[in-house]
T-cell receptor
């Protein structure tokens, strides 16, 4: 069965330092992969999407993610965290018209 | 283009009642999916509609049902509400052209509280 594992339920970084949110997927093929962000009391917003083109995908707000097939990973990074990045982030894989969601990672930004 | 809209945004019901939530997809989008988000369970897939037909279904009891109209608008119904149905219900739409998984665009959600 397909699954998505977000390795950290919470990540806390200081403003201005790098962000790393980890995601591993299990799939018998190379799926499409997404990162969504949900700010408090707001809906989900697409950050970026991987669909077997370039393995390094650039998204909005300075985020990017690298697809590594050998490691079945799709980690999300940002060089310098901003207070407005505080939110919950979801890693998602597609599987036959159905999206498989990770449990989410809460990103906390310390001033 | 207007985004995905959901009505109502907030709802309070009591146990045993039934509720209907509405979702209007982005113009031109034919696929509508519904999700339930709770703190304990995270995001869970309810069902997906495409061209007025249910194309995919998650592991929810039959109390949860949905439908899609010819204009792609979708409704979700929950009958005999239970306390555990309190959640944020999210709707997402996509083009779903040619059978390929497309990016889903989410609405703001309907927050349901069951007392």
């Amino acid at each position: 069965a397909q699954s998505v594992t977000q390795l950290d339920s919470h990540v806390s970084v200081s403003e201005g330092t790098p962000v790393l949110l980890r995601c591993n997927y299990s799939s018998s093929y190379s799926p499409s992969l997404f990162w969504y962000v949900q700010h408090p009391n707001k809906g989900l917003q697409l950050l970026l999407k991987y669909t077997s083109a370039a393995t390094l995908v650039k998204g909005i707000n300075g985020f990017e993610a690298e697809f590594k097939k050998s490691e079945t990973s799709f980690h999300l990074t940002k060089p310098s965290a901003h207070m407005s990045d505080a939110a919950e982030y979801f890693c998602v894989a597609d599987s036959n018209y159905q999206l498989i969601w990770g449990a989410g990672t809460k990103l906390i930004i310390k001033p | 283009k207007a985004g995905v809209t959901q009505t109502p945004r907030y709802l309070i019901k009591t146990r045993g009642q039934q509720v209907t939530l509405s979702c209007s997809p982005i113009s031109g989008h034919r696929s509508v999916s519904w999700y339930q988000q709770t703190p304990g369970q995270g995001l869970q897939f309810l069902f997906e509609y495409f061209s007025e037909t249910q194309r995919n279904k998650g592991n929810f009891p039959g109390r949860f049902s949905g439908r899609q109209f010819s204009n792609s608008r979708s409704e979700m119904n929950v009958s005999t509400l239970e306390l555990g149905d309190s959640a944020l219900y999210l709707c997402a739409s996509s083009l779903s052209v040619g059978g390929e998984q497309e990016t889903q665009y989410f609405g703001p959600g309907t927050r349901l509280l069951v007392l």
